[in-house]
Nanobody, 115 residues
Framework: QVQLVESGGGLVQPGGSLRLSCAAS????????MGWYRQAPGKQRELVAVISSGGKTNYADSVKGRFTISRDNAKNTVYLQMNSLKLEDTFVYSCYARRSTTEYWGQGTRVTVSS
């Protein structure tokens, strides 16, 4: 059974930082591209960052220079370091794993940026 379990969300003030983690099980982690999406209620999902199985990264323009995605294949975990958080970064963040046409999703973790 495949599981992606996110953690690290919470309430943070503008300008603060959070690190999200997504622990995967049931897949050969190193063979999957991993990424993070975010979504607000009633809104379209937005790709935040992706890291390929080879470590190549890509980011949404809105988070470039502030967020960093990384992976630890030994721990089957992908991370999203979020710095200089803004009010508009308030979303539910979900991680996914993708290989060819196969995708798996986590349940999401809520990030609230508020003063």
């Amino acid at each position: 059974q495949v599981q992606l379990v996110e953690s690290g969300g919470g309430l943070v003030q503008p300008g603060g930082s959070l690190r999200l983690s997504c622990a995967a099980s049931g897949i050969i982690f190193s063979m999957y591209a991993m990424g993070w999406y975010r979504q607000a209620p009633g809104k379209q999902r937005e790709l935040v960052a992706v890291i390929s199985s080879g470590g190549k990264t890509n980011y949404a323009d809105s988070v470039k220079g502030r967020f960093t995605i990384s992976r630890d294949n030994a721990k089957n975990t992908v991370y999203l370091q979020m710095n200089s958080l803004k009010l508009e970064d308030t979303f539910v963040y979900s991680c996914y794993a993708r290989r060819s046409t196969t995708e798996y999703w986590g349940q999401g973790t809520r990030v609230t940026v508020s003063s």
